[in-house]
Protein backbone atom coordinates (compact mmCIF):
# COMPACT_ATOMS: atom_id res chain seq x y z
CA UNK A 1 0.00 0.00 0.00
CA UNK A 2 1.19 3.35 -0.88
CA UNK A 3 2.05 5.54 1.65
CA UNK A 4 0.77 9.23 1.36
CA UNK A 5 2.47 10.81 4.29
CA UNK A 6 5.71 9.57 2.58
CA UNK A 7 8.03 12.57 2.38
CA UNK A 8 9.79 11.71 -0.75
CA UNK A 9 9.99 15.59 -1.61
CA UNK A 10 13.61 16.09 0.75
CA UNK A 11 14.21 20.22 1.41
CA UNK A 12 17.97 20.28 1.82
CA UNK A 13 17.28 24.03 2.77
CA UNK A 14 14.00 24.50 5.08
CA UNK A 15 11.26 25.73 3.65
CA UNK A 16 10.27 27.45 6.92
CA UNK A 17 14.27 29.16 6.53
CA UNK A 18 13.54 30.46 3.11
CA UNK A 19 10.08 31.70 3.78
CA UNK A 20 12.13 34.61 5.50
CA UNK A 21 12.91 35.61 1.71
CA UNK A 22 9.65 35.59 0.78
CA UNK A 23 9.15 38.17 -2.64
CA UNK A 24 5.60 37.29 -2.52
CA UNK A 25 3.53 34.90 -0.49
CA UNK A 26 5.34 31.76 -0.78
CA UNK A 27 7.98 32.47 -3.07
CA UNK A 28 11.57 33.71 -3.49
CA UNK A 29 14.04 35.00 -6.24
CA UNK A 30 16.39 32.20 -7.33
CA UNK A 31 19.63 32.49 -9.42
CA UNK A 32 20.72 29.42 -10.57
CA UNK A 33 24.75 29.15 -11.20
CA UNK A 34 25.01 26.21 -13.75
CA UNK A 35 22.55 26.47 -16.40
CA UNK A 36 22.07 24.57 -19.68
CA UNK A 37 21.89 27.84 -22.26
CA UNK A 38 21.75 32.04 -22.16
CA UNK A 39 18.44 31.75 -22.43
CA UNK A 40 18.04 31.28 -18.77
CA UNK A 41 16.45 34.23 -17.18
CA UNK A 42 19.39 35.54 -14.29
CA UNK A 43 16.81 35.86 -11.63
CA UNK A 44 13.17 34.15 -11.51
CA UNK A 45 10.63 33.79 -9.15
CA UNK A 46 9.86 30.66 -7.63
CA UNK A 47 7.62 28.68 -5.37
CA UNK A 48 9.59 28.10 -2.13
CA UNK A 49 8.48 24.37 -1.99
CA UNK A 50 9.61 23.59 -5.29
CA UNK A 51 13.06 24.57 -4.54
CA UNK A 52 16.09 22.99 -3.00
CA UNK A 53 14.98 19.51 -2.84
CA UNK A 54 15.68 16.25 -4.68
CA UNK A 55 13.60 13.60 -4.46
CA UNK A 56 14.66 10.39 -1.73
CA UNK A 57 17.75 12.44 -0.88
CA UNK A 58 17.21 10.91 2.87
CA UNK A 59 15.27 8.23 1.94
CA UNK A 60 16.88 4.83 3.04
CA UNK A 61 16.01 1.29 1.84
CA UNK A 62 16.43 -0.58 5.10
CA UNK A 63 15.34 -4.67 6.09
CA UNK A 64 13.21 -4.57 2.96
CA UNK A 65 11.09 -1.10 3.19
CA UNK A 66 11.59 2.33 2.52
CA UNK A 67 12.03 4.91 5.63
CA UNK A 68 11.94 8.26 5.99
CA UNK A 69 12.72 8.96 9.52
CA UNK A 70 15.76 10.74 8.21
CA UNK A 71 13.59 13.47 6.91
CA UNK A 72 11.08 13.23 9.82
CA UNK A 73 13.82 13.80 12.52
CA UNK A 74 15.44 16.81 10.25
CA UNK A 75 11.68 18.39 10.69
CA UNK A 76 11.24 17.40 14.70
CA UNK A 77 13.96 17.47 15.74
CA UNK A 78 15.90 20.84 14.50
CA UNK A 79 13.61 22.53 12.32
CA UNK A 80 10.31 23.05 13.85
CA UNK A 81 12.06 23.89 17.69
CA UNK A 82 14.06 26.62 15.84
CA UNK A 83 11.50 28.36 14.00
CA UNK A 84 10.15 30.20 16.85
CA UNK A 85 13.30 30.70 17.63
CA UNK A 86 14.11 32.46 14.84
CA UNK A 87 10.94 34.70 15.00
CA UNK A 88 11.92 36.03 17.93
CA UNK A 89 15.59 36.91 16.29
CA UNK A 90 13.77 38.70 13.59
CA UNK A 91 11.55 40.44 16.60
CA UNK A 92 14.46 41.19 18.17
CA UNK A 93 13.26 39.36 21.37
CA UNK A 94 15.12 38.42 24.38
CA UNK A 95 16.82 35.01 23.46
CA UNK A 96 16.42 32.60 25.90
CA UNK A 97 19.94 29.57 26.40
CA UNK A 98 17.08 26.75 24.89
CA UNK A 99 16.85 29.63 22.28
CA UNK A 100 20.65 29.78 20.95
CA UNK A 101 20.74 25.75 21.74
CA UNK A 102 17.89 25.61 19.30
CA UNK A 103 19.27 27.91 16.65
CA UNK A 104 23.04 25.97 17.07
CA UNK A 105 21.12 22.64 16.65
CA UNK A 106 19.83 24.08 13.26
CA UNK A 107 22.62 25.35 11.93
CA UNK A 108 24.39 22.13 12.59
CA UNK A 109 22.09 20.29 10.70
CA UNK A 110 21.42 22.78 7.91
CA UNK A 111 25.50 22.42 7.56
CA UNK A 112 25.86 19.14 7.12
CA UNK A 113 22.79 17.83 4.89
CA UNK A 114 22.85 19.67 1.55
CA UNK A 115 24.14 17.97 -2.00
CA UNK A 116 27.25 20.12 -2.27
CA UNK A 117 28.21 18.21 1.61
CA UNK A 118 27.01 15.19 -0.21
CA UNK A 119 29.68 15.66 -2.98
CA UNK A 120 32.62 16.48 -0.34
CA UNK A 121 31.65 13.18 1.74
CA UNK A 122 32.06 10.85 -1.60
CA UNK A 123 35.14 12.16 -2.34
CA UNK A 124 36.52 12.70 1.04
CA UNK A 125 35.57 8.84 1.42
CA UNK A 126 36.59 7.12 -1.83
CA UNK A 127 35.73 3.35 -2.82
CA UNK A 128 39.19 2.20 -2.01
CA UNK A 129 40.11 3.98 0.60
CA UNK A 130 37.01 2.72 2.75
CA UNK A 131 38.04 -1.12 1.23
CA UNK A 132 41.78 -1.12 2.55
CA UNK A 133 40.28 0.06 5.82
CA UNK A 134 38.16 -2.81 5.78
CA UNK A 135 40.86 -5.28 4.66
CA UNK A 136 42.86 -3.89 7.59
CA UNK A 137 40.54 -4.44 9.97
CA UNK A 138 39.60 -8.46 9.17
CA UNK A 139 43.47 -9.12 9.40
CA UNK A 140 43.64 -7.80 12.51
CA UNK A 141 40.25 -9.56 13.51
CA UNK A 142 41.94 -13.15 13.92
CA UNK A 143 44.56 -12.25 16.58
CA UNK A 144 41.69 -9.71 18.37
CA UNK A 145 39.56 -12.61 18.49
CA UNK A 146 42.30 -15.25 20.05
CA UNK A 147 43.26 -12.85 22.37
CA UNK A 148 39.34 -12.30 23.49
CA UNK A 149 38.67 -15.94 23.72
CA UNK A 150 42.18 -16.79 26.12
CA UNK A 151 40.66 -13.64 27.86
CA UNK A 152 37.31 -15.55 28.70
CA UNK A 153 36.19 -11.98 26.93
CA UNK A 154 32.06 -13.16 25.57
CA UNK A 155 31.73 -11.87 22.10
CA UNK A 156 29.31 -9.15 21.74
CA UNK A 157 26.27 -9.94 19.63
CA UNK A 158 25.04 -8.07 16.45
CA UNK A 159 23.75 -4.75 18.21
CA UNK A 160 20.25 -4.11 16.29
CA UNK A 161 20.83 -0.35 16.51
CA UNK A 162 23.36 -0.95 13.66
CA UNK A 163 20.94 -2.48 11.22
CA UNK A 164 21.06 0.77 9.20
CA UNK A 165 24.61 0.51 8.53
CA UNK A 166 25.79 -0.41 4.82
CA UNK A 167 27.92 -3.37 6.10
CA UNK A 168 27.56 -7.08 4.64
CA UNK A 169 29.93 -10.13 6.13
CA UNK A 170 29.83 -13.38 5.14
CA UNK A 171 31.98 -16.48 5.76
CA UNK A 172 32.98 -19.30 3.75
CA UNK A 173 34.06 -22.41 5.18
CA UNK A 174 34.78 -25.75 3.33
CA UNK A 175 33.34 -28.58 4.97
CA UNK A 176 35.74 -30.52 7.92
CA UNK A 177 38.30 -27.70 7.46
CA UNK A 178 38.89 -25.78 10.47
CA UNK A 179 39.57 -22.36 8.74
CA UNK A 180 37.80 -20.13 6.47
CA UNK A 181 36.95 -17.01 4.40
CA UNK A 182 35.78 -14.00 5.94
CA UNK A 183 34.85 -11.54 4.09
CA UNK A 184 33.24 -7.74 4.68
CA UNK A 185 31.78 -5.78 2.17
CA UNK A 186 30.47 -1.57 2.55
CA UNK A 187 29.95 1.25 0.14
CA UNK A 188 30.12 4.85 0.09
CA UNK A 189 26.67 5.80 -1.03
CA UNK A 190 23.62 7.89 0.94
CA UNK A 191 23.35 4.87 4.01
CA UNK A 192 26.98 5.60 5.00
CA UNK A 193 26.55 9.50 4.51
CA UNK A 194 23.19 9.41 6.52
CA UNK A 195 24.85 7.40 9.21
CA UNK A 196 27.40 10.02 9.68
CA UNK A 197 24.84 12.63 9.84
CA UNK A 198 23.05 10.95 12.73
CA UNK A 199 26.55 10.27 14.41
CA UNK A 200 27.55 14.08 14.18
CA UNK A 201 24.30 15.33 15.09
CA UNK A 202 23.95 13.57 18.25
CA UNK A 203 27.62 13.69 19.27
CA UNK A 204 29.69 15.95 17.54
CA UNK A 205 27.58 19.05 17.10
CA UNK A 206 27.87 19.43 21.38
CA UNK A 207 31.51 21.86 20.56
CA UNK A 208 29.51 24.17 18.96
CA UNK A 209 26.92 24.86 22.32
CA UNK A 210 30.86 26.22 23.79
CA UNK A 211 30.75 29.05 21.21
CA UNK A 212 29.78 32.44 22.39
CA UNK A 213 27.21 32.77 19.65
CA UNK A 214 25.60 36.30 18.43
CA UNK A 215 23.23 37.95 15.69
CA UNK A 216 24.74 40.28 13.55
CA UNK A 217 22.89 42.44 11.02
CA UNK A 218 24.41 44.23 7.81
CA UNK A 219 25.67 47.75 7.05
CA UNK A 220 22.52 50.02 6.92
CA UNK A 221 20.65 49.74 3.72
CA UNK A 222 21.91 46.50 3.30
CA UNK A 223 21.11 42.83 3.43
CA UNK A 224 21.71 39.37 2.92
CA UNK A 225 20.76 36.74 0.80
CA UNK A 226 21.53 33.08 1.33
CA UNK A 227 22.14 29.88 -0.75
CA UNK A 228 21.90 26.00 -1.03
CA UNK A 229 25.12 26.08 1.36
CA UNK A 230 24.21 28.31 3.94
CA UNK A 231 26.73 27.52 6.80
CA UNK A 232 30.16 28.91 6.15
CA UNK A 233 32.87 27.64 8.10
CA UNK A 234 35.44 30.73 7.20
CA UNK A 235 39.01 30.80 7.60
CA UNK A 236 39.86 34.46 6.77
CA UNK A 237 43.18 35.81 6.68
CA UNK A 238 43.06 38.86 4.04
CA UNK A 239 40.91 39.21 0.82
CA UNK A 240 43.47 37.46 -0.88
CA UNK A 241 43.94 34.86 1.85
CA UNK A 242 41.23 33.02 3.50
CA UNK A 243 39.24 29.36 2.22
CA UNK A 244 35.37 28.03 3.78
CA UNK A 245 37.53 24.99 5.12
CA UNK A 246 37.27 26.11 8.89
CA UNK A 247 36.03 23.84 11.67
CA UNK A 248 33.17 23.30 14.20
CA UNK A 249 35.91 23.63 16.51
CA UNK A 250 39.19 25.36 14.86
CA UNK A 251 40.05 28.65 16.89
CA UNK A 252 39.86 31.32 14.84
CA UNK A 253 37.16 30.27 12.76
CA UNK A 254 34.14 31.86 11.70
CA UNK A 255 31.22 30.45 11.15
CA UNK A 256 28.36 32.05 9.98
CA UNK A 257 24.77 31.88 8.62
CA UNK A 258 22.21 34.28 7.52
CA UNK A 259 18.87 33.90 9.51
CA UNK A 260 16.70 36.31 7.60
CA UNK A 261 17.99 39.07 4.87
CA UNK A 262 18.74 41.18 8.22
CA UNK A 263 19.89 39.23 10.70
CA UNK A 264 23.17 36.54 11.06
CA UNK A 265 24.10 33.74 13.28
CA UNK A 266 27.40 34.40 14.55
CA UNK A 267 30.55 33.23 15.90
CA UNK A 268 34.41 33.35 16.08
CA UNK A 269 35.27 30.51 17.68
CA UNK A 270 38.09 31.09 20.82
CA UNK A 271 36.99 34.94 20.61
CA UNK A 272 34.60 37.49 22.49
CA UNK A 273 31.31 38.00 21.05
CA UNK A 274 30.14 40.98 19.52
CA UNK A 275 26.82 42.91 21.01
CA UNK A 276 23.85 41.05 19.62
CA UNK A 277 22.71 43.58 17.11
CA UNK A 278 26.07 45.12 16.39
CA UNK A 279 25.96 46.14 12.36
CA UNK A 280 28.88 45.18 10.36
CA UNK A 281 30.90 48.23 8.58
CA UNK A 282 29.67 48.72 4.81
CA UNK A 283 33.06 47.20 3.93
CA UNK A 284 32.40 44.14 5.72
CA UNK A 285 29.12 44.15 4.72
CA UNK A 286 30.19 43.87 0.77
CA UNK A 287 32.57 41.20 2.01
CA UNK A 288 30.59 39.35 3.33
CA UNK A 289 28.18 39.10 0.32
CA UNK A 290 30.40 38.12 -1.75
CA UNK A 291 32.13 35.17 0.61
CA UNK A 292 28.53 33.84 1.23
CA UNK A 293 28.10 34.07 -3.23
CA UNK A 294 31.49 32.29 -3.82
CA UNK A 295 30.11 29.77 -0.93
CA UNK A 296 26.97 28.98 -2.92
CA UNK A 297 26.49 25.46 -4.36
CA UNK A 298 24.29 25.59 -7.41
CA UNK A 299 21.84 28.73 -6.54
CA UNK A 300 21.67 31.56 -4.36
CA UNK A 301 17.86 32.50 -2.60
CA UNK A 302 17.12 36.21 -2.22
CA UNK A 303 14.03 38.56 -1.45
CA UNK A 304 14.96 40.71 -4.51
CA UNK A 305 16.84 39.87 -8.04
CA UNK A 306 19.98 40.74 -6.20
CA UNK A 307 22.26 41.89 -9.53
CA UNK A 308 25.28 42.22 -7.02
CA UNK A 309 24.99 38.71 -5.96
CA UNK A 310 25.37 37.23 -9.87
CA UNK A 311 28.44 39.96 -10.16
CA UNK A 312 29.87 37.91 -7.21
CA UNK A 313 28.96 34.82 -8.67
CA UNK A 314 28.85 34.69 -12.36
CA UNK A 315 27.09 31.78 -13.66
CA UNK A 316 27.91 29.06 -15.72
CA UNK A 317 26.50 28.34 -19.06
CA UNK A 318 27.48 24.07 -19.78
CA UNK A 319 24.56 22.16 -21.40
CA UNK A 320 27.15 19.08 -20.93
CA UNK A 321 27.38 19.30 -17.44
CA UNK A 322 24.04 20.37 -16.69
CA UNK A 323 22.31 17.53 -18.29
CA UNK A 324 25.33 15.30 -16.28
CA UNK A 325 23.84 16.55 -12.95
CA UNK A 326 20.22 16.47 -14.15
CA UNK A 327 20.96 12.56 -14.94
CA UNK A 328 23.09 12.19 -11.76
CA UNK A 329 19.73 13.03 -9.76
CA UNK A 330 17.44 11.23 -11.90
CA UNK A 331 19.51 7.95 -11.35
CA UNK A 332 20.43 8.75 -7.56
CA UNK A 333 17.31 6.97 -5.77
CA UNK A 334 17.49 4.06 -8.11
CA UNK A 335 21.28 3.48 -7.86
CA UNK A 336 20.99 4.17 -4.09
CA UNK A 337 18.15 1.73 -3.07
CA UNK A 338 19.77 -1.23 -4.92
CA UNK A 339 22.96 -0.43 -3.56
CA UNK A 340 20.97 -0.58 0.66
CA UNK A 341 18.81 -3.88 -0.74
CA UNK A 342 22.02 -5.58 -0.75
CA UNK A 343 23.43 -4.16 2.16
CA UNK A 344 20.82 -3.34 4.26
CA UNK A 345 18.71 -6.46 3.10
CA UNK A 346 15.73 -7.58 5.11
CA UNK A 347 16.58 -9.84 8.41
Excluded at 59 to 88: K, V
Excluded at 189 to 204: C, D, E, K, S, V
Aim: hydrophobic content about 35%; cysteine-free.
Amino acid sequence: MIDLNFRKDNHYVSQAYLRRWESSPGKAFLYHILVSNENVPLWHEKSIKGIAYHQHLYTRHISGAQSDAIERWFSTEFESPAENSIERVINEDHLTPDDWHKLVQFLAMQDLRTPARLEEFLKRHPEESIQKTLGEILESLPEKLETMKQNGVVIPAVDRKNADFPLKVTTEIKEEEEFGILKAETVVGRALWLRGIQHQLNNTARILHQHKWTIMRPARGMSWFTTDKPVILLNYDSPKKYNFNGGWDSKGSEILMPLSPEHMLYTRIGHRRPVRGSKFSVEVTHLLRRLIAEHAHRNIFGKTADTEAQAYRPRIVNAEYYKFEQDKWQRWHAEQTESEEYFLPAR
